[in-house]
Structure formats: C-alpha cells, structure tokens
C-alpha cells in the first residue's frame, strides 16, 4: 500500500519522541479516539503468569509503535502480507499497528468489548448491517485507524495516569495527518469538551442526538469538509440503537 506523506512525516517525528500514534489503516477516512489502550501490568485482575507476559508485550507493543510504523513504510508493508496472529499460552505477541490480532473472531471476547462495538459500528456505516457481527473475523482495521486521547495505557480509567492528556490534545491540534480525516469519531467521553473539541479541529457544533446514557454530539467545520462526532466510550452497555444513529450520520456524510 501506499502510505500518504502526513503519515509518513507523523511516524518519523513520533519515532524521535516516542510518541504513540494508532493502530489501523492510515489512508481511512475514519478516525476512532478512545480513551487509552488498556494494559495490566500491575496484574489488577490477579490472574496466571501467561497473563502477565501478555500484558507486559502489549506494553511493550504500545511503546514500540511508531517504530513499527517506521518498519512498515520502509518495507512498504501491506495488509495482505501480514501473517494471521496465533494466539496461546506460548505465542509471542508479535503484532503489527497496520492490522494488530489479525484473524481473531469477535466470538473471542465479550459483547461489551470495545473491538466488538468497533467492528459493529464498521458493519453499520460500510454494509448497514450488523448480522455479520459473529460470522467473521474482526476486519474493522481495513477501513478505520485508531487512536487514544490518554497517552498512558491503563486496564481501567480510574487508574489511568491522565497528566499527559493536555500536551496529547494539543498533539492533535498540531498535527495535519490527524487534522486530515474527513471524519473523527472522539469515542472519550468526558476526556475532551466541546469549548476544546472547537478549539483542536477547528469546528462548530451542529447537533445532540440520542437518550439517556446513549448520547452523540456532531460538530462540522465551516465548508462541511469535516465532521467531528463526540461521545461515550464504545465498550460495556454501549447499545445498538447508538452504534448505528452515529453510523447513519457518518454513512451520509462519507458516500
């Protein structure tokens, strides 16, 4: 594939700061914000020494980000070529940011997953269908790149180290490869307002939509280039009524 020149000079500079930059297909027109990546190196959950190790990798797969990217442009890496991940008590974790877990079925995690509501939420804007959800592997990454607004990795946000938040937004602000997508899924919660969200993508909120705890704001910019989605956290109780009211606003925006 070919990777565009924002992304390129983005990886060269993170590669020199050790910034994280995302997992997912670069030239998407869909960019996902979370919160953060969720390790646990402390061993939170208590749980066996295989545990552990996989967490400590993910770590160290976190860290190690930008210079797999660098890796990947060098070798003009393409999705195809990147061999289906194994899972098990004695696979290394080897990934890669271009299409990390590739193979791994949704039947794998829980309902309230964040990849599970990722995946439904591509179903929903690209096939308007979410019949698919248990039929195949996870392929969101082809068409979606993913990011954190909290550049410290945490199992849960109560314990998430969230100083670095403030120079992460103004990372964004200043940034043309993420300034660049048409369309910005900020899926943090209440890590980001709108006075702020105006501010860093230089856009106007439009509507509220949505009830109760099942809420999205929309934002575009002054020529409609750019539509800037803010909500929850797509994980637990996330419902598909949600999922598919943001996937309707951004099908009719995109096509």
């Known amino acids: 594939m070919k990777y565009n020149e924002l992304f390129i000079k983005t990886t060269i500079e993170c590669k020199k700061t050790g910034t994280y930059i995302g997992t997912g297909n670069p030239n998407s027109k869909i960019l996902i914000i979370g919160k953060e990546t969720a390790t646990d190196v402390e061993n939170k959950a208590k749980r066996d020494e295989h545990y552990v190790r996989f967490q400590r990798e993910s770590l160290q797969d976190f860290e190690e980000n930008a210079i797999k990217w660098d890796s990947n442009i060098k ?116 890590y980001i307002n709108g006075n702020e969200i105006e501010n860093i993508f230089n856009v106007t909120f439009d509507k509220k939509y949505g009830n109760g705890k099942q809420l999205f704001w929309t934002h575009y910019n002054s020529d409609k280039t750019k539509l800037v989605i803010h909500t929850r956290q797509l994980s637990t109780n996330v419902s598909n009524d949600l999922l598919r009211e943001i996937a309707n606003e951004v099908r009719n925006f995109i096509k």
């Open 75 to 190: 070798n003009k890496v393409e999705i195809n070529s990147i061999p289906d991940w194994i899972g098990g008590k004695d696979s290394p974790l080897i990934l890669n940011p271009l299409f990390p877990y590739k193979s791994m079925h949704p039947k794998e995690q829980k309902e309230g997953h964040t990849w599970r509501k990722y995946q439904k939420l591509h179903d929903l804007v690209f096939l308007n269908d979410l019949s698919l959800i248990t039929k195949k592997e996870y392929d969101f990454h082809n068409h979606i790149f993913l990011t954190e607004m909290n550049s410290s990795p945490s199992k849960h946000t109560k314990y998430a180290d969230k100083s670095g938040i403030s120079n992460r937004k103004q990372f964004f602000k200043e940034n043309e490869f993420f300034q660049n997508f048409p369309v910005i899924i900020l899926a943090c919660s209440n």
